[in-house]
């Protein structure tokens, strides 16, 4: 199983990026998949998820409205757009087979100006 994180980067307060994780070595259309994000000192935590269909995403209140979770399963990709970012949206964002303890390595995010 391989998880592979892209997308990060550096960015201004009100910015956007897009986030991919290509998955690899397991039935990927048959797992629900999740972003989290480990800022600097603070637990790691669940920003969104998404069905294995994609049908059904839900995401932490912290960023409803800004992110958008998506997913490809033709390209075995799950997506994270981040619109409207804020400085408080710095960390570093993994992406997780739902259900397993795979994770990707991490991508960095930060937002400053």
């Known amino acids: 199983v391989q998880l592979v994180e892209s997308g990060g980067g550096l960015v201004q307060p009100g910015g956007s990026l897009r986030l991919s994780c290509a998955a690899s070595?397991?039935?990927?259309?048959?797992?629900?998949m999740g972003w989290y994000r480990q800022g600097s000192g603070k637990e790691r935590e669940l920003v969104a998820a998404?069905?294995?269909?994609?049908?059904?995403?839900n995401y932490a209140d912290s960023v409803k409205g800004r992110f958008t979770i998506s997913r490809d399963n033709a390209k075995n990709t799950v997506y994270l757009q981040m619109n409207s970012l804020k400085p408080e949206d710095t960390a570093v964002y993994y992406c997780?087979?739902?259900?397993?303890?795979?994770w990707g390595q991490g991508t960095q995010v930060t937002v400053s100006s």
């Open positions: 998404i069905s294995s269909a994609g049908g059904v995403t």
């Open positions: 070595g397991f039935a990927f259309s048959s797992y629900g």
């Open positions: 997780r087979r739902m259900g397993t303890q795979n």
